[in-house]
Nanobody
Framework: QVQLVESGGDLVQPGGSLRLSCAAS????????IAWYRQAPGKQREMVAI???????DYTNFAKGRFTISKDNAKNTAYLQMNSLKPEDTAVYLC??????????????WGVGTQVTVSS
């Protein structure tokens, strides 16, 4: 079983920055993909950014140019650097990971999330 623990959420002013961390209980090189999602009150969960085991990344449009996903394989930790934060970025940010076996089975894992609030 893979456990994902997020941290780094906080109250920040508009225009500020935060770095979120997602610590995995396993060697993250064994994970196929790691992603950050977010969910605001009354809204659907949406993907923010994703990184593959090889390090390739992709971002949802609202995150491009402002957010950066990365990982430190030695620390088994993924990060989301968020800059130029806006009030509409307020949400619970959740870490997601999946693992696809050689048999083609995919297992998915979620953290419980960390609250990011952008407000003056």
């Amino acid at each position: 079983q893979v456990q994902l623990v997020e941290s780094g959420g906080d109250l920040v002013q508009p225009g500020g920055s935060l770095r979120l961390s997602c610590a995995a209980s396993v060697n993250i090189l064994s994970l196929s993909r790691i992603a950050w999602y977010r969910q605001a009150p009354g809204k659907q969960r949406e993907m923010v950014a994703i990184i593959s085991s090889s390090g390739s990344t992709d971002y949802t449009n609202f995150a491009k140019g402002r957010f950066t996903i990365s990982k430190d394989n030695a620390k088994n930790t993924a990060y989301l650097q968020m800059n130029s934060l806006k009030p509409e970025d307020t949400a619970v940010y959740l870490c997601y990971a999946d693992r696809t076996t050689v048999q083609g089975l995919t297992y998915t894992y979620w953290g419980v999330g960390t609250q990011v609030t952008v407000s003056s």
